[in-house]
C-alpha cells in the first residue's frame, strides 16, 4: 500500500470549509463537528484518488470531485505529485465551476 499524501487546501477552499462549519453549528450545536467529520472522513478515502472520477481537464490538470454522504456538500480536488489539493468545499447548490480557476 502507498503512504497517503498529505491534504492541502487552497485559501478560498479552506475559507469555505470553515464558514460551512460555523454554519451548521449555528443551525444546531454539534452539527459542525459532524460536518469536520464528514469531511475527515471523505478526506481520508481520497486516497488513492482513481476511484474518484475526472470531472475536468483544464490545462493538463484532472480535476476530481467526491460528495459527502451526510451533507450536501461536493469536494473538487487535483492529485499532484506530492500532496493532495483541494480546490472548492461547496454545496451542491452553487455553480458546479465557480472554483476552476484556483490552483
Known amino acids: 500500500m502507498t ?3 498529505p491534504v492541502r487546501f487552497v485559501p478560498e ?8 462549519i460555523d454554519w451548521y453549528e ?17 478526506l481520508e478515502r481520497l486516497q ?21 454522504r451526510r ?6 480536488f487535483e492529485e499532484l505529485e506530492d500532496e493532495i ?3 472548492a468545499v461547496a454545496h451542491k447548490s452553487r455553480d458546479p465551476g465557480f472554483w476552476l480557476g484556483r490552483t
Open 71 to 76: 451533507f450536501p456538500y461536493r469536494v473538487a
Open 3 to 5: 503512504p497517503a499524501k
Open 85 to 87: 489539493r483541494v480546490l
Open 26 to 42: 449555528d443551525q444546531r450545536s454539534g452539527l459542525g463537528e459532524a460536518f469536520v467529520l464528514a469531511v475527515d472522513e471523505l
Open 13 to 20: 477552499a479552506r475559507h469555505e470549509y470553515l464558514a460551512a
Open 48 to 68: 488513492p484518488t482513481g476511484q474518484w472520477p475526472i470531472i475536468e481537464v483544464r490545462g493538463g490538470r484532472e480535476i476530481r470531485r467526491a460528495v459527502l
